[in-house]
């Protein structure tokens, strides 16, 4: 499997063509149109970002909050495969954003890789060899054009579908009857992709840049791959590994027996002052049309407007359980290597972070920028919600009949009040509170590797 760069929102050049050909999906039939309501949404994921720096004492050097809700419910499978969902994870590039968006059609780490291999220059003092590595690298960039064609389209067809959910991921979706044909397709695509890297590579070995050609064979070699294993795909196609720590059900029993995860607890207010986001790794974050505030009333989620605009608003989340899960990528990744063509040298076009006439190696606009490392997960959020009179008048009456809630990335399933969930709405105290009812894990947030910072 092989993922493009060229619609990654990451990257300022892709973002208008992303964004038109990738609309993100809402909560809510009412989206963010003005720029006061984007403003104040923006303003709770800060909140929020900040309140998990400051209460579970992570880093901003390397947190990523990360969104929308995503599950940690991945199944065991035998050794030597991976599901697509767990692959899709830990494999995807994050957005370059200190809070950012996760899509499971997003690009793979491996191929921005594998791209970084393809643009450091194959020194030879052979002017044929020379002519033949420049020749064969053009077919290579003709094939791989062709396969980039082919994904956006694929994409742009699973985000219609399943309207920027990730469910089901996209590598699964392929399996499905409206992702079969895009599949067949890509297939086809790749087997070119595959024959001329062959081609080029063979070539490498009568080059003297030191450790391209060995780099070059790590990263096609099949014993560091791993197989998908999903039940909606007809074959198992071996893709570049990636390993976790622990497993979402080892974890889970460990929680549940008292001996995994640590307790934990964050809380913000509506009046405090934004975190500053420079203090963070990307330096910046995206602003976010995920709604932060949601509530589920007759099976559908809509905007929590009375939350984000009321000045008395503070809110605690706190979690059973919480864990930071290492993620790592198998051996056709050297990293030693990468860090040794920090200065390159790239051939013609490209240099190590762009200027006005080459495209950048590294950095935010870069061929490779950063690598997922870790995840954050938690188990069993709970929340209390305070607010002002009005706002708990106002909105006493979805809080009765309500079947979840959203606060940022957290997902509560339960329903307001009701016997089962355990829910209450204090009149005295003007507070909401709740407990997920759900038994799975929730990923809240990825740890950042920045690739070679300048």
Known sequence: MRKILTSDPRYPEAKEYYETRHPVALSSEHPLTTSALADVNDKSWNHLYGAMIDGLNISPNNFQLIYP???????????????????????????????GQYTSAGTAFNDTYGQML??????????????DIEQARNMLQLAANNYDTIYTQSSDAYETETGGTNTPPY????????GRSWKAQLDSAWINV?????????LLSETTTPGLKDAQDRNGNKDYYTKLQDPSLASFPAVPGY????????????????????????????SQSEYD????????????????????????WERIDEFASDSSLKVDVSFKAWDQISIAASRWYNGAFVTG?????????????????????WGPDGVMSVQKVGMLVCYKPSFTITVSNSTFKSFSEKWEVSAGLRIGPFNFSGGGGSSSSGWKADSATKTFSGESTAE???????????INPQ
């Open 118 to 131: 393809n643009v450091v220059s194959a020194a030879t003092t052979d002017p044929k060899l020379k002519a």
């Open 277 to 300: 986001y420079k203090k963070t790794w990307a330096g910046g974050s995206a602003s976010i049309k995920k709604f932060f505030w949601s509530v589920n009333v007759g099976g559908s």
């Open 69 to 99: 809700f995503t599950t940690w419910d991945w199944p065991i499978v035998p050794v030597g495969f991976t599901s697509a969902a767990q692959w899709d994870f830990c494999s995807s590039v994050p957005q370059f954003s200190a809070t």
């Open 194 to 202: 595959q024959s001329q890297q062959d081609v080029y590579n063979q």
């Open 171 to 178: 590598t699964e979706w392929l399996g499905t009857m409206g």
């Open 243 to 270: 390993s976790l720590a622990m497993d979402a059900t080892t974890w889970l029993n460990k929680v549940q027996a008292g001996t995994g995860g640590s307790t934990g607890s964050i809380g913000f207010s509506n």
């Open 440 to 450: 799975t894990a929730l990923i809240m947030g990825a740890n950042i590797n920045l």
């Open 341 to 361: 063509v920090q200065d390159g040298p790239f051939i013609r076009g490209y240099t190590p972070y762009g200027d006005s006439g080459s495209k950048a190696v």
